[in-house]
């Protein structure tokens, strides 16, 4: 089974433009989580894949492997998709450029769900992580995910799920944290079919596995990192690094 890891990376980010190549002790963001990737030493190979002359250069000028996109994306799995699809791989692992916290155990967990999966039932596994803190399940920056009984994934929202009408009911909240692991043909399917109405109304791409009946199973992880959005986080990135 050949597993690989692609970091999708945009410069242009809505709420923080260039994020990506701001400094995080004395390298930039995504050279930090490119290296991060590649020292988990999980993978058979690791590529950014960008639309980014800068993301580009910046990464086969530190010995990295970069893909310049083709086309125009929307979201970081259709980005992924088109990289991949000339590629003889059977499983991507998709790490956040915008997270250079990565570990290797949470990576590892999201592998070892396919290589139980004997029968290929699992489409994509994901990252989950309980959250407590009443402002971040309020968050809509924070998307929240519910699962089943065997942590197969029912929905992603970026409201409260489930809403607590029953506060004594006992249900914990947790945070969908944006590291998928994908089959090959599952991400390709994924490339092709249309934006459906949840997906759209929410904003949230995996929806769209969701809503054409693809399985995802859900990890839980207590890494949680710090997923650089705003130049906040970035200053708390710093000061974890240090």
Sequence with gaps: MKIISMIPARYSATR???????????????????????ATHLFDDVFVV???????????????KAIMSV??????????AEAVEGLDVDIVINVQGDEPF????????????????????????????????????NNPNTVKVIVDQSNFALYFS???IPYPRDKNAGVKYYKHKGVYAFRKTAILDFYKLP??????SEKIECIRYLEY?????????????VEIDTPEDLERAKKLWK
Excluded: W
């Design 16 to 38: 923080f433009p260039g994020k990506l190549m701001q400094d995080l002790g004395g390298k930039t963001v995504i050279c930090r989580t490119y290296e991060a990737t590649v």
């Design 50 to 64: 960008t639309d980014s002359d800068i993301i580009y250069n910046e990464i086969v000028k530190n010995g990295g």
């Design 71 to 80: 086309k125009e994306h929307d979201c970081g799995s259709d980005r992924i």
């Design 102 to 137: 990565t570990d290797a155990e949470s990576l590892k967990k999201l592998i070892e769900v396919f290589k139980g999966d004997t029968d290929k039932n699992i489409d994509l596994a994901s990252l989950m992580v309980h959250i407590t803190d009443q402002e971040e399940i």
């Design 158 to 160: 970026r409201s409260p």
């Design 195 to 200: 934006m459906l109405p949840l997906e759209a």
């Design 213 to 225: 009946g693809k399985s995802i199973k859900m990890v839980e992880t207590n890494v949680q990192g």
